[in-house]
């Protein structure tokens, strides 16, 4: 198994240009988790789904950032337009049912620098 | 959102010593685990503990769920540089599928 494969590793934007961080969770997982981690505020929880069905997206910062998930293979995440506060490292992670119980499986996850 | 308490925030030890680190909540978790983040990578499951007073060893590293269920601790015996890392704990409860984590402990090892 391959893992969540996140892409792309690195990204480095200007203030205001759109982002999209991609994500490809395992195989046969039902969960799907965007992380986003700081120095100041840690991990934090930014959206999760269920069987692709966006479950809770009270993390969302603003109304800046969105998620899709179209099918079960596939999730992105959009910032548009971008700020320098958004830069962090974006995680993306998957879990089967009851993975709470059991933990999440992360990627290696995007490093986001807005200029 | 909430995250739970990770004692100390850092550490700097020598290779081969023992290490200890915990983590502590307001409320009460069925279920602890710990992960640990190497450098440019995303966090990785270390343990998982599922009841109170369990003791589970992976290796050099040993986890603990705290009796009162509010607690949970780490040790690493005699460290060596792959060490190096942030370590997370996490908590959650059944039924829920969010993971509560900790503000993390980061080691680093002195040559």
């Known amino acids: ?115 | 959102g909430q995250q739970l308490n990770q004692s100390p925030q850092s550490m700097f030890i020598q290779e081969g010593e023992d290490v200890s680190m915990n983590c502590t909540s307001s409320s009460i978790f069925n279920t602890w685990l710990w992960y640990k983040q190497d450098p440019g990578e995303g966090p990785v499951l270390l343990i998982a503990l599922y009841k109170a007073g369990e003791l589970t060893s992976n290796g050099r590293l040993t986890a603990q769920f705290g009796i009162t269920r509010k607690d949970s601790f780490l040790n690493i015996s005699a460290s060596i540089p792959s060490d190096v890392g942030i370590y997370f704990c996490a908590g959650t409860n059944f039924g829920n599928e969010k993971l509560t984590f900790g503000t993390g402990t980061r080691l680093t090892i002195i040559p």
């Open chain 1, 1 to 115: 198994d391959a893992g969540v494969i996140q892409s792309p590793r690195h990204e480095v934007t200007e203030m205001g240009q759109e982002v999209t961080l991609r994500c490809k969770p395992i195989s046969g997982h039902d969960y799907l988790f965007w992380y986003r981690q700081t120095m100041m505020r840690g991990l934090e929880l930014l959206i999760y789904f269920n069987n692709n069905v966006p479950i809770d997206d009270s993390g969302m910062p603003e109304d800046r950032f969105s998620a899709k998930m179209p099918n079960a293979s596939f999730s992105t995440l959009k910032i548009q337009p971008s700020e320098p506060r958004d830069s962090a490292v974006y995680f993306c992670a998957s879990s089967l049912a009851s993975g709470g119980r059991y933990g999440y499986t992360f990627g290696s996850g995007t490093r986001l620098t807005v200029v």
